[in-house]
């Protein structure tokens, strides 16, 4: 253990460096399962190591974090928080191509840099549980539920996963009869055909029911990266990284059957301490519908498609269908005469994600030529093909009721197409009663009456026009789902291998366990052959030892972070991904914290491979992270210099509106309090070297603006800087003084100096000139009163995350025992005790200064003790005829009474009284005496 050395100053520098190779040599922090203790679990979501680095943003939900890992500790839990690095992806690939070096390099450079500033930080991780998901020993369990989930396939009737060798046998018995399976698409055949088909075809037939499955899907290409993009890579049409051209592309990739657990998903969501906002975020993403499934026939042949609708009842209303781009009728549907202007839409389509799609209310679209016939009315329909209406939700083509639906009703409108509403009963509405009342008085507005539907409610209505449909084979009542697969592969070098190779029958089959990892294979370069393969397609010898070719594409970068909090429980285990003890003892997450853009792809991914491994039995908990708390952003504070337009001078903030001036970002690094250094500045950038400056009162003064954290805005903030100035107590009490943790707010370097100057004060309640100042005196009943007035305060604050308050908490606290000149150990310990989630350098400097023995991480919350709380004393203001005259102290416990008999005998009562005989004595017990003459 490294020997502490004192002094009477607050040396920070000294202090913090000293701690934490305490803590390392000791492994203050390493946990173990102990079943003498509750388990909690408090995880932070997977960073991805960038070489940027962290910036002050970053930390916010790990000091959260961190500080209620802390607090669990001391209040006697068994504590798990791990740290570990999303290490796979797009970035690291990409600097690989244009610098030469490998990833893997980069990768390690990147994890040591967050590392290095983890650390400074004093998280209390257990780092010996660390993972990083470019780890062979760790991709080889991702491999692993990838090979399970292939050979898995969904019973609907069992709601669960099964093996798909069941479901082998089940066809050589029955063949698809009777089956309630997830599949690709509903597949009719016999046990006999069954035995026919060839291997091949076989393989094809199981293809459609496995969890892991090869489909064609659209998928986001980039030609210029090589690759497929997630909808997160992909911005107005442009890869995020590079800005390169990005299309919708039908490919065959693999896939997970995320699909086959919705309903799983849904209703588990009541189960979770989340926000509701949170949880209603993922039912809007799965988004789930009930209603029917309608032939629509088209005019002039014997060719029929199928619309899904949840309001079956406006059948009577519909006006024109819509089919997605992405369609496969959309070639089938288009005449010649509409061809030209048709292969155009689609073209300009393509460039955008169905992220942006459903985000764009702008109208667009083509008229196919074709027309269909409403089953219902005999009407004929005009086809239309639109990018609102996506290809993977319902059956890709809609009946559009522009009275009864928005988008339906812009589109018409943009178009001139007419609108229609079914009337319904007095009393009920439209689905979109304002878009009718719009397009009423319009030459387009049109109302019809079906004696089909008179009388009925909406709901009767549509429930009857359901049963009509059913009724007279027209289609089918379905539930549907907005959640689609989700797609797992990328042309991509820097991720998972997947464990599958090919025979000549051109299908795919696994790999053995025994056989994993199958590990990155070196390559000349990180870039696609000139034949077009993914980077892999470059490897000298990538097939089996029978010589056969391994799957070319790897895992996205979702593949790893998807189960990565099971690995946290058992690190080390080279049997299992976790061992059922482990498993057993700490269950799930029982507190994350993470951002709110995770709310949708990551929650959902995770919960889905969690309970597929719930299925096998392979974990205990159905799902993966009891409670989730987002953290809010923090903003940059950007500062601006004003220069004076055609020259190299630039005035201060306050003289601005004199010149005519360009407000320019700089960077805020060389700002202090709003003030430019500005021999910094000068030297900041070869064209301000012969900068000159207009001051006012001999000062530069920058101007300023709250905006997104930013290197282009100068506004990034290295949270080493920080530390460097003032230490990582201060940073960690100054990030959650900013504002409640679930709020985004602005740094403002500006405001720290007042959280540094605090602990200068903490530090001389125990260190004065002459060195220690704590004394074995005994508590007085103010001091025991400010400690546990703190201790139920900051405790309830922790349990609830509003880590904010506790700060100026603390600052009263210690002014109130400065005020009282408090030495006395008792409240001194205790106090540092209850600061040291917070500030755990400075608290575990002092705890060993004081001669406790140990770390302060390893001792016990105090003991709240409310009868400290209680006051003896009462402070009276005592009121003539309802104006405060003066106060007065009595004893808590004094009856009414006697509170009277004292308020009319003090001194200053004669004054108000002249003689008077008060006509009636009002005495509020604890609060006020009112005197009424």
Same mark, same amino acid.
């Given at each position: 253990?490294?020997?502490?050395?004192?002094?009477?100053?607050?040396?920070?520098?000294?202090?913090?460096?000293?701690?934490?190779?305490?803590?390392?040599?000791?492994?203050?922090?390493?946990?173990?399962?102990?079943?003498?203790?509750?388990?909690?679990?408090?995880?932070?979501?997977?960073? !991805?190591?960038?070489?940027? %680095?962290?910036? /002050?943003? #970053? &930390?916010? +939900? $790990?000091? *959260?974090?961190?500080?209620?890992?802390? !607090?669990?500790?001391?209040? %006697?839990?068994? /504590?798990? #928080? &791990?740290? +570990? $690095?999303? *290490?796979?992806?797009?970035?690291?690939?990409?600097?690989?191509?244009?610098?030469?070096?490998?990833?893997?390099?980069?990768?390690?450079?990147?994890?040591?840099?967050?590392?290095?500033?983890?650390?400074?930080?004093?998280?209390?991780?257990?780092?010996?549980?660390?993972?990083?998901?470019?780890?062979?020993?760790?991709?080889?369990?991702?491999?692993?539920?990838?090979?399970?989930?292939?050979?898995?396939?969904?019973?609907?009737?069992?709601?669960?996963?099964?093996?798909?060798?069941?479901?082998?046998?089940?066809?050589?018995?029955?063949?698809?009869?009777?089956?309630?399976?997830?599949?690709?698409?509903?597949?009719?055949?016999?046990?006999?055909?069954?035995?026919?088909?060839?291997?091949?075809?076989?393989?094809?037939?199981?293809?459609?029911?496995?969890?892991?499955?090869?489909?064609?899907?659209?998928?986001?290409?980039?030609?210029?990266?090589?690759?497929?993009?997630?909808?997160?890579?992909?911005?107005?049409?442009?890869?995020?990284?590079?800005?390169?051209?990005?299309?919708?592309?039908?490919?065959?990739?693999?896939?997970?059957?995320?699909?086959?657990?919705?309903?799983?998903?849904?209703?588990?969501?009541?189960?979770?301490?989340?926000?509701?906002?949170?949880?209603?975020?993922?039912?809007?993403?799965?988004?789930?519908?009930?209603?029917?499934?309608?032939?629509?026939?088209?005019?002039?042949?014997?060719?029929?498609?199928?619309?899904?609708?949840?309001?079956?009842?406006?059948?009577?209303?519909?006006?024109?269908?819509?089919?997605?781009?992405?369609?496969?009728?959309?070639?089938?549907?288009?005449?010649?005469?509409?061809?030209?202007?048709?292969?155009?839409?689609?073209?300009?389509?393509?460039?955008?994600?169905?992220?942006?799609?459903?985000?764009?209310?702008?109208?667009?679209?083509?008229?196919?030529?074709?027309?269909?016939?409403?089953?219902?009315?005999?009407?004929?329909?005009?086809?239309?093909?639109?990018?609102?209406?996506?290809?993977?939700?319902?059956?890709?083509?809609?009946?559009?009721?522009?009275?009864?639906?928005?988008?339906?009703?812009?589109?018409?409108?943009?178009?001139?197409?007419?609108?229609?509403?079914?009337?319904?009963?007095?009393?009920?509405?439209?689905?979109?009663?304002?878009?009718?009342?719009?397009?009423?008085?319009?030459?387009?507005?049109?109302?019809?009456?079906?004696?089909?539907?008179?009388?009925?409610?909406?709901?009767?209505?549509?429930?009857?026009?359901?049963?009509?449909?059913?009724?007279?084979?027209?289609?089918?009542?379905?539930?549907?789902?907005?959640?689609?697969?989700?797609?797992?592969?990328?042309?991509?070098?820097?991720?998972?291998?997947?464990?599958?190779?090919?025979?000549?029958?051109?299908?795919?089959?696994?790999?053995?366990?025994?056989?994993?990892?199958?590990?990155?294979?070196?390559?000349?370069?990180?870039?696609?052959?000139?034949?077009?393969?993914?980077?892999?397609?470059?490897?000298?010898?990538?097939?089996?030892?029978?010589?056969?070719?391994?799957?070319?594409?790897?895992?996205?970068?979702?593949?790893?972070?998807?189960?990565?909090?099971?690995?946290?429980?058992?690190?080390?285990?080279?049997?299992?991904?976790?061992?059922?003890?482990?498993?057993?003892?700490?269950?799930?997450?029982?507190?994350?914290?993470?951002?709110?853009?995770?709310?949708?792809?990551?929650?959902?991914?995770?919960?889905?491979?969690?309970?597929?491994?719930?299925?096998?039995?392979?974990?205990?908990?159905?799902?993966?992270?009891?409670?989730?708390?987002?953290?809010?952003?923090?903003?940059?504070?950007?500062?601006?210099?004003?220069?004076?337009?055609?020259?190299?001078?630039?005035?201060?903030?306050?003289?601005?509106?004199?010149?005519?001036?360009?407000?320019?970002?700089?960077?805020?690094?060389?700002?202090?309090?709003?003030?430019?250094?500005?021999?910094?500045?000068?030297?900041?950038?070869?064209?301000?070297?012969?900068?000159?400056?207009?001051?006012?009162?001999?000062?530069?003064?920058?101007?300023?603006?709250?905006?997104?954290?930013?290197?282009?805005?100068?506004?990034?903030?290295?949270?080493?800087?920080?530390?460097?100035?003032?230490?990582?107590?201060?940073?960690?009490?100054?990030?959650?003084?900013?504002?409640?943790?679930?709020?985004?707010?602005?740094?403002?370097?500006?405001?720290?100096?007042?959280?540094?100057?605090?602990?200068?004060?903490?530090?001389?309640?125990?260190?004065?000139?002459?060195?220690?100042?704590?004394?074995?005196?005994?508590?007085?009943?103010?001091?025991?009163?400010?400690?546990?007035?703190?201790?139920?305060?900051?405790?309830?604050?922790?349990?609830?995350?509003?880590?904010?308050?506790?700060?100026?908490?603390?600052?009263?606290?210690?002014?109130?025992?400065?005020?009282?000149?408090?030495?006395?150990?008792?409240?001194?310990?205790?106090?540092?005790?209850?600061?040291?989630?917070?500030?755990?350098?400075?608290?575990?400097?002092?705890?060993?200064?004081?001669?406790?023995?140990?770390?302060?991480?390893?001792?016990?919350?105090?003991?709240?003790?409310?009868?400290?709380?209680?006051?003896?004393?009462?402070?009276?203001?005592?009121?003539?005829?309802?104006?405060?005259?003066?106060?007065?102290?009595?004893?808590?416990?004094?009856?009414?009474?006697?509170?009277?008999?004292?308020?009319?005998?003090?001194?200053?009562?004669?004054?108000?009284?002249?003689?008077?005989?008060?006509?009636?004595?009002?005495?509020?017990?604890?609060?006020?005496?009112?005197?009424?003459?």
């Amino acid at each position: 253990m490294i020997q502490i050395q004192y002094s009477m100053e607050y040396n920070f520098h000294d202090i913090e460096k000293c701690i934490q190779a305490q803590w390392r040599e000791g492994k203050v922090y390493r946990v173990t399962e102990d079943l003498q203790k509750e388990p909690y679990y408090v995880l932070d979501m997977f960073p !991805y190591p960038s070489g940027a %680095g962290l910036h /002050v943003g #970053h &930390p916010l +939900g $790990y000091i *959260a974090s961190d500080i209620f890992s802390r !607090y669990k500790r001391l209040r %006697g839990f068994n /504590v798990l #928080h &791990p740290m +570990g $690095y999303d *290490a796979f992806g797009l970035p690291a690939e990409q600097y690989a191509i244009q610098t030469g070096q490998h990833p893997e390099k980069t990768t390690e450079e990147n994890t040591a840099r967050y590392r290095e500033q983890l650390d400074k930080i004093g998280f209390s991780y257990d780092w010996e549980r660390e993972i990083r998901t470019c780890d062979p020993d760790y991709y080889k369990w991702t491999q692993w539920a990838f090979l399970r989930m292939f050979d898995s396939y969904y019973c609907r009737q069992a709601a669960q996963a099964r093996p798909i060798a069941e479901l082998i046998e089940v066809f050589a018995h029955q063949g698809s009869e009777g089956l309630d399976v997830a599949c690709s698409e509903e597949l009719h055949f016999t046990a006999d055909q069954w035995k026919a088909m060839s291997e091949r075809e076989q393989q094809e037939t199981l293809m459609n029911y496995r969890l892991a499955y090869l489909g064609d899907t659209m998928v986001n290409w980039c030609p210029a990266l090589g690759t497929v993009l997630a909808n997160d890579e992909v911005s107005e049409g442009l890869s995020v990284r590079g800005g390169h051209p990005v299309e919708q592309k039908k490919m065959r990739q693999w896939c997970l059957r995320v699909s086959a657990y919705t309903e799983r998903l849904l209703h588990d969501l009541d189960t979770l301490d989340w926000t509701e906002s949170l949880k209603e975020t993922q039912r809007n993403w799965i988004g789930r519908s009930e209603g029917a499934e309608m032939d629509f026939c088209l005019s002039g042949c014997d060719r029929k498609f199928t619309i899904f609708t949840t309001r079956a009842d406006t059948v009577f209303g519909v006006t024109f269908m819509v089919l997605a781009p992405e369609s496969e009728l959309v070639s089938k549907v288009t005449t010649d005469a509409q061809r030209g202007a048709v292969e155009a839409y689609l073209a300009e389509t393509k460039k955008r994600t169905e992220r942006e799609r459903i985000a764009d209310k702008r109208v667009s679209g083509v008229f196919s030529g074709s027309f269909a016939i409403n089953p219902l009315t005999g009407k004929e329909i005009p086809i239309w093909i639109s990018d609102y209406v996506l290809a993977g939700y319902g059956t890709g083509a809609i009946m559009a009721v522009p009275a009864h639906d928005t988008r339906d009703f812009a589109f018409a409108r943009h178009f001139d197409l007419p609108i229609v509403q079914v009337v319904v009963p007095e009393g009920e509405e439209a689905t979109d009663p304002a878009a009718w009342e719009d397009a009423k008085d319009s030459k387009s507005g049109t109302m019809v009456n079906s004696d089909f539907l008179n009388g009925l409610s909406v709901s009767d209505a549509i429930a009857r026009t359901k049963e009509y449909i059913r009724a007279e084979g027209l289609g089918k009542v379905k539930v549907n789902y907005r959640l689609r697969d989700a797609i797992f592969s990328r042309q991509r070098y820097w991720g998972e291998p997947f464990p599958i190779y090919y025979k000549e029958n051109g299908m795919p089959y696994a790999l053995s366990e025994d056989a994993l990892p199958l590990r990155l294979p070196e390559v000349d370069k990180f870039l696609p052959t000139e034949s077009g393969e993914p980077p892999l397609g470059r490897a000298a010898a990538w097939h089996t030892a029978e010589g056969y070719p391994y799957e070319l594409s790897t895992m996205p970068g979702f593949a790893g972070s998807s189960a990565y909090y099971l690995r946290y429980m058992d690190p080390h285990n080279n049997t299992a991904l976790v061992g059922r003890a482990a498993n057993e003892y700490w269950r799930n997450v029982n507190l994350y914290i993470g951002g709110t853009e995770h709310a949708t792809g990551h929650l959902i991914y995770s919960r889905f491979w969690n309970k597929f491994l719930y299925d096998l039995g392979e974990v205990c908990e159905a799902e993966p992270f009891r409670k989730l708390v987002n953290q809010g952003m923090i903003q940059g504070r950007s500062n601006f210099v004003y220069r004076i337009k055609n020259t190299n001078t630039f005035v201060s903030y306050g003289l601005r509106e004199q010149y005519d001036v360009t407000a320019i970002h700089v960077d805020v690094n060389i700002v202090s309090n709003d003030q430019l250094d500005l021999e910094r500045f000068r030297a900041w950038r070869p064209e301000y070297a012969t900068a000159e400056f207009v001051l006012e009162d001999g000062k530069y003064i920058c101007g300023w603006a709250v905006e997104k954290m930013s290197k282009s805005m100068f506004n990034v903030v290295n949270p080493d800087d920080i530390i460097a100035r003032y230490g990582a107590d201060t940073l960690r009490l100054y990030e959650m003084f900013l504002g409640p943790l679930e709020q985004s707010k602005p740094w403002d370097t500006n405001g720290i100096d007042g959280v540094h100057r605090f602990l200068k004060k903490f530090w001389a309640l125990y260190y004065g000139a002459d060195g220690l100042r704590v004394t074995d005196a005994e508590p007085t009943a103010e001091e025991l009163k400010s400690l546990h007035k703190l201790i139920k305060k900051v405790g309830q604050d922790i349990e609830g995350f509003s880590f904010n308050t506790s700060v100026p908490a603390f600052m009263i606290c210690v002014n109130e025992l400065t005020a009282a000149k408090t030495t006395s150990r008792p409240i001194l310990r205790d106090l540092l005790v209850v600061l040291s989630p917070f500030a755990p350098h400075i608290t575990d400097w002092l705890w060993q200064a004081l001669g406790e023995a140990g770390s302060i991480v390893r001792t016990d919350w105090p003991q709240y003790r409310e009868e400290y709380l209680v006051e003896s004393q009462v402070r009276y203001p005592v009121s003539f005829n309802g104006k405060v005259r003066f106060n007065i102290e009595l004893p808590a416990d004094m009856p009414k009474e006697e509170v009277e008999k004292a308020a009319l005998s003090a001194t200053e009562a004669a004054r108000w009284l002249e003689g008077k005989t008060p006509k009636k004595v009002i005495v509020v017990p604890g609060r006020i005496v009112n005197v009424v003459l």
